[in-house]
């Protein structure tokens, strides 16, 4: 709003067309400015005729919470003259709201101005606008956005209309525009509304060719994502009046959340000219790295040669400092082409994860005085944060990696995220390629305070994998909403000490049901000191099944060597994980390996491919940049031997899953066999490197279409039951499991074997609303992050070709929902008990009884009686209205205190569970007010 004025005076409404009475356009817009009280500087903007005598201001504005008031009553008004029988006025003031919920706030005022086209009796008709207003602790300072650009402009018949809200969300919210109606009150749009492009606006003209390239139907769009409203292009002069809207969305664990909406009327008046539009030149979108100075020059060109005023609005103009800047300011006239002048020295403060939006406008000047145009256009700008220096890694003694690095550059930053992979892997970012990519094959291990200097790398107590070559990397992240991300840091890397056996290979050398083999072999604990404990050595190999895990875990016996053969195993169906502890002297465990997988391999045909894929839980880097290839080896490939294996591919997987896609010289009917060796290396130079490890062999067909039998027996594990969980979980826990078991069919007529398995889960328990979540190789699953028990779980059975057996039926868990509310609350404004709410604990409170949390609510609907049966309170949880927490502060909906004394309450609360019969409760009962 800075800059609206000197705009204005030279630009807005430069040419006639007046018609009597009232108001144009309008807005509202809330701001928060407490960090306590939820009290907001609301602004409510009109821009109306001044051929009127009506003074704007004379309606009433509701603020959503029950209180109604004369708004001249609330603010003095500041109204300007701009020029062109049209004034810009606004009302500026503070209100507290009594307690989080969602408040509508709207206007309205008789009337508009007369003369409309596209709605009847538009003098007689009020003026309406509104805006939507979530409060929720949870959304902190959230303020509505605020638009930048005037909304009266002009347009000429038969040239396009381009206008731009140049929408600012000061708390870098996400933005997303739609097309609305004009309003006379809240539930009724204005009388026989149209869009202006209806065809009885283009009266004498050919419709099917009346866009300005007069090559089809006129057109009048919104685009959802720039806000870029386009009208190809009018037929007949006039005003029209049209409203969008703009909303504000944010994400919530994983689920975007609409948190309000801005409502714009806007006028548009249109003339007959011959004028044409001028257009801009802008330069492509940047990324800088904070601290950057950008300067940058936009130019303006008419086509007419007629002079051009060029103007910018956007969020880097409102900062109360730091804020960017252009030239000539304010606006003039210029020579076409026109030039403007952008600069902008950016700070740590403008990292975001979403780019500045800079609207660019350019109007023309016509020689005879008639119809001005404009074109607009956005320049993004995207700023993003530097990288963390100094990183420093230092291998310790007990086994640790101590990192540290320099006080990070940016103090605004929330987090210092901490990646780790095995083995160094040697990358620049591209330019705005922040955060970690996913190609680089880093793991996320920790995040910390942005202010801290180091960190102690213990696998999160599980401990490092001895001899690995641990390499590691910082990204700074900053505060939601507006988020962001830096560059990533140079990688320092530390050899962890290698004080107990280090697991080398897990090869498996014979594929068999019965008698299949795998080969396991390991490095002596070579910085073990010797003094302590001298060679020779006795190890332990243990086994288990799965890639990971200790399930049926047994020991195969001891030895003095480094090598075992693990003989009589079911290397088709199953995958086997080993460790090695290392013995001393009376049996004494002194140290293990970290466990490593066999590969294990997977098909998936169709007619024309087979598709190869492995996976495996391994130490050491897989993915390894001196040792990039894995090999693919196949039979059938030379027909004097068609049962020997060769060479068919040398897969890079770096950056990549580890996968093939095998289609050269393949025959329908042909059985195909499959294995894959894969390269490793643990990045230390004292572990000779590649380690080499084979998966099984497996074996499939061109277009295998014959399923396996489905699993039988599914059930949920009962020691993962809501009731088992919640027992002494605290409130405001929502970090949950489900755990399933089942078990393979083994009848000897089932198809083919099953190799894997497909887990399914829908929330609903519906047809047609399940969706895959995991694909395991054992028979159990556990459904780790939930922030309910509620769902269903489906599992399906997997050959060696990918094809997919039918579904189990439905085993299903649900929530044990509870809601309970007290009897006495005291909203003296001591900071306790000032609300009612139901029990719940966030952990202030000492003894609470777990038991009485309330969880699992979606809605709450609240009334609130006095003793005579008269309704004194009422909130509703549902969209963005309201809290399930009700948040009731003894107050009426109007603000107003009520006495001490017992109130009765209704309360209808809806659970969020699967049985609808436990759906709903309506609770009654009463609340001693104790002021």
């Not at 001249?72 to 701009?82: C, F, G, V």
């Not at 606006?201 to 870029?228: C, H, K, M, V, W």
């Not at 409203?229 to 944010?250: C, H, K, Q, S, T």
């Not at 489906?794 to 044990?816: F, I, K, L, Q």
């Amino acid at each position: 709003m800075r800059r609206l004025l000197p705009v204005f005076l030279l630009l807005l409404f430069s040419c006639t067309a007046t018609f009597a009475t009232h108001i144009r356009a309008g807005e509202i817009t809330a701001r928060r400015i407490s960090n306590g009280a939820h009290t907001y500087e609301i602004t409510v903007i009109a821009y109306t005729d001044t051929g009127s005598p009506i003074q704007f201001g004379e309606g009433n504005i509701s603020m959503g919470d029950g209180s109604v008031y004369a708004l001249k009553n609330l603010a003095p008004k500041e109204t300007i003259p701009l020029g062109d029988d049209v004034a810009f006025n606004r009302f500026v003031f503070t209100y507290t709201y009594p307690a989080p919920g969602g408040y509508t706030i709207s206007y309205q005022e008789s009337n508009r101005n007369a003369g409309v086209l596209n709605m009847v009796r538009s003098v007689e008709t009020p003026f309406y606008i509104e805006t939507m207003l979530a409060i929720d602790p949870a959304y902190k300072l959230n303020s509505s956005p605020v638009l930048l650009v005037p909304p009266v402009d002009h347009a000429v018949v038969g040239a396009r209309f381009v206008h731009n809200p140049g929408a600012f969300d000061q708390d870098g919210d996400s933005l997303a525009y739609r097309m609305w109606y004009p309003k006379q009150n809240r539930f009724d749009s204005v009388f026989n509304y149209r869009n202006p492009n209806n065809r009885i606006f283009y009266e004498g003209r050919d419709y099917f060719a009346a866009n300005q390239d007069q090559d089809s139907i006129p057109s009048f769009t919104l685009d959802p994502i720039s806000g870029d409203l386009v009208w190809d292009a009018p037929g007949m002069a006039g005003e029209y009046n049209i409203a969008f809207i703009v909303e504000e969305w944010r994400i919530f664990f994983g689920e975007w959340k609409l948190l309000g909406q801005v409502t714009r009327d806007m006028q548009i008046i249109v003339e007959e000219s011959d004028n044409r539009p001028p257009d801009l030149i802008l330069t492509e979108d940047i990324c800088v790295e904070a601290g950057t100075l950008i300067q940058d020059q936009v130019t303006g060109n008419d086509p007419e040669g007629k002079r051009v005023l060029m103007e910018a609005f956007g969020g880097p103009f409102e900062f109360s400092s730091g804020n960017a800047s252009f030239s000539p300011d304010p606006p003039v006239y210029q020579q076409t082409p026109g030039a403007l002048n952008f600069m902008w020295q950016t700070t740590c403060s403008h990292v975001r994860r979403r780019p500045y939006e800079i609207r660019f406008k350019v109007t023309d000047e016509p020689a005879d005085g008639g119809a001005k145009l404009v074109d607009f256009d956005t320049w993004n700008i995207t700023v993003v944060a530097p990288a963390p220096t100094g990183l420093t890694a230092d291998a310790e003694s007990d086994g640790t990696v101590r990192l540290s690095w320099d006080e990070y550059t940016c103090s605004n930053a929330e987090l210092l995220q901490i990646w780790r992979r095995v083995e160094s892997y040697d990358f620049t970012p591209a330019n705005c390629e922040v955060g970690m990519p996913a190609y680089a094959g880093y793991e996320l291990i920790d995040v910390v305070d942005a202010g801290a200097l180091g960190y102690a790398d213990d696998n999160l107590g599980a401990g490092l994998d001895p001899g690995a070559s641990y390499c590691y990397r910082l990204v700074a992240s900053f505060y939601e909403p507006e988020g962001g991300l830096s560059y990533v840091s140079a990688e320092a890397c530390a050899i962890a000490r290698a004080d107990t056996p280090v697991i080398t290979h897990v090869d498996v050398d014979a594929t068999s049901v019965e008698n299949g083999i795998v080969n396991v072999s390991w490095r002596s604990p070579f910085d073990i000191d010797k003094a302590d404990f001298p060679p020779p050595y006795t190890y332990e190999v243990l086994r288990a099944k799965g890639l990971s895990g200790d399930d049926e875990i047994v020991s195969l016996g001891t030895t003095q060597d480094t090598t075992w053969a693990d003989q009589e195993l079911n290397t088709v169906d199953l995958p086997y994980n080993y460790f090695v502890r290392h013995l001393g002297d009376s049996g004494r465990v002194v140290g293990a390996s970290s466990a490593a997988s066999t590969v294990r391999l997977e098909l998936k045909s169709d007619s024309t491919s087979i598709d190869v894929n492995w996976t495996f839980d391994v130490p050491w880097s897989n993915n390894s940049e001196e040792f990039p290839k894995h090999f693919i080896y196949r039979n059938n490939v030379d027909l004097v031997d068609p049962d020997g294996f060769y060479l068919i591919s040398t897969i890079d997987v770096t950056g990549q899953n580890f996968h093939f896609a095998d289609t050269v010289g393949l025959v329908p009917k042909t059985e195909y066999c499959y294995y894959v060796t894969t390269q490793g290396s643990y990045g230390n130079p004292a572990i000779a490197a590649p380690l080499l490890n084979r998966s099984q062999i497996i074996c499939g067909y061109l277009d295998d279409k014959v399923p396996p039998c489905p699993p039988i027996s599914l059930a949920l594990d009962e020691a993962f039951s809501c009731e088992a969980q919640t027992q002494f979980s605290d409130c405001g826990d929502s970090d949950f499991s489900n755990r399933i078991l089942w078990q393979k069919d083994a009848v000897l007529n089932c198809e083919d074997e099953a190799v894997s398995y497909n887990v399914y889960f829908s929330a609903l328990g519906e047809e047609g609303t399940y969706n895959l979540i995991a694909q395991v190789n054992t028979t159990n699953f556990t459904h780790q992050n939930l922030k309910s028990f509620k769902g269903c779980y489906r599992v399906a059975a997997v050959d060696g070709s990918g094809n997919e057996s039918d579904w189990t039926d439905p085993v299903c868990n649900d929530n044990c929902p509870y809601f309970e509310l007290p009897n006495v609350f005291t909203p003296n404004n001591d900071g306790k008990n000032d609300f009612f709410i139901p029990y719940y604990n966030d952990g202030t409170i000492a003894d609470f009884d777990l038991t009485r949390c309330m969880r699992f609510v979606k809605s709450v609907d609240f009334k609130v009686y006095d003793r005579s049966g008269k309704m004194v309170f009422y909130t509703n949880s549902r969209g963005v209205e309201g809290s399930i927490f009700i948040n009731w502060a003894g107050q009426t909906e109007a603000g107003i205190d009520l006495p001490s004394g017992v109130y009765y309450y209704v309360a209808e609360v809806e659970f969020d569970v699967l049985d609808q019969q436990q759906g709903r409760e309506e609770l009654k009962g009463w609340v001693q007010l104790v002021r």
